[in-house]
């Protein structure tokens, strides 16, 4: 990506090979930019912007809203996987169903083209379905062995896509322009290694820009130290979505970024500089956290469950709860 501001003019270049989005808040100097770059550059013009990397782009100019999907993706993927006619259902993962590795150690995958599947849903996961991100979180801890079981849950996935196509991501449904974070972690949610997963988003104008859905690297031995372990990650994120929000000069200076969780004793501990004996053998990585907030960098503030959007980031949820948090995320069908 390519900045440049000339008083209150900013201009931004976004180049994927040999695909480029021009975006200016003057039109006049976007017609002239168009202009220099067709004298010195074999281009065409495909005016405004509609499709990209598989995405397409929609505007309404008067209620100053921007939604981005993936429906004709989608619609690929599953014609390719022959699921174009399966049956739709509510949610992608199944609550009572524990996914397990392989025990036999065979590799069963070449019956069905389970890496395939997982990697071309992770594309649709990382553009415009934060919803998917659990979901491809646990099934890609099988790429390595997978069997039957774990191909029935991908199978699950595109049964929920069959159902959610219209799903658009939205923008601009609220006026405001910060930041704004949620981080949960689900401790000890794998049965089998007792690892934590962490779960994270952050939201402009009522929709996601960034999220996250990643199992701990160590074990948690209390909810307050999972969730805990779930601020550092958020904390990074916020701290490089701070830096890439100046260079785009979105902020003309840094600004404390407001994080929600839904655990009171981590708020206390990031403002609490001592050490006692439950949290003394937490990894130092960790404590990082209480720097940037003593810093002034990110602020944690008190969420309540209910309202926890990144929640359906960290485990499988019933069909109402998982409707309402992605409708938080700004996924909405119009």
């Not at 849950?153 to 959610?164: E, N």
């Not at 004793?265 to 006692?276: A, C, E, F, Q, R």
């Not at 002034?296 to 309402?324: N, Q």
Request: glycine residues 6%.
């Amino acid at each position: 990506m390519y900045v440049a501001q000339v008083g209150d003019v900013k201009f931004f270049i976004v180049v994927y090979v040999d695909d480029l989005i021009l975006v200016c808040n003057d039109q006049n100097k976007l017609l002239q930019i168009k202009e220099e770059f067709s004298q010195k550059f074999e281009m065409k013009d495909l005016e405004e912007l509609h499709f990209f990397l598989g995405m397409e782009v929609e505007r309404n100019r008067d209620a100053r809203i921007l939604r981005i999907n993936q429906i004709k993706y989608l619609k690929e993927i599953l014609k390719h996987f022959r699921m174009e006619e399966c049956k739709p259902i509510g949610v992608p993962l199944d609550r009572k169903v524990k996914l397990q590795r392989n025990a036999n150690g065979n590799d069963e995958s070449k019956g069905f083209p389970y890496r395939q599947a997982v990697g071309s849903l992770m594309y649709a996961m990382l553009c415009t379905r934060p919803d998917l991100a659990y979901p491809i979180s646990v099934l890609s801890q099988h790429m390595a062995n997978p069997n039957m079981e774990h191909w029935m849950a991908v199978k699950r996935i595109f049964r929920y896509l069959q159902g959610t196509l219209q799903m658009k991501l939205q923008f601009g449904a609220t006026p405001s322009k910060a930041v704004l974070g949620y981080c949960d972690a689900d401790w000890g949610g794998d049965f089998e290694n007792r690892r934590s997963t962490t779960g994270f988003v952050f939201m402009i104008g009522g929709g996601a820009i960034s999220w996250s859905s990643k199992q701990q690297p160590t074990i948690a031995l209390s909810t307050t130290e999972a969730e805990y372990m779930a601020n550092t990650q958020a904390t990074k994120e916020a701290i490089w979505i701070t830096k890439l929000m100046m260079d785009l000069r979105y902020m003309e200076e840094k600004k404390m970024m407001v994080i929600r969780c839904d655990n009171q004793g981590v708020i206390s501990l990031t403002k609490n500089p001592s050490h006692h004996a439950r949290t003394k053998h937490i990894n130092v990585q960790h404590h990082f956290v209480r720097e940037r907030v003593e810093n002034g960098e990110v602020r944690f503030e008190y969420c309540p469950t209910e309202h926890m959007v990144a929640d359906v980031l960290t485990k499988a949820l019933s069909k109402e709860r998982h409707h309402k948090l992605i409708n938080m995320f700004g996924l909405e069908t119009s």
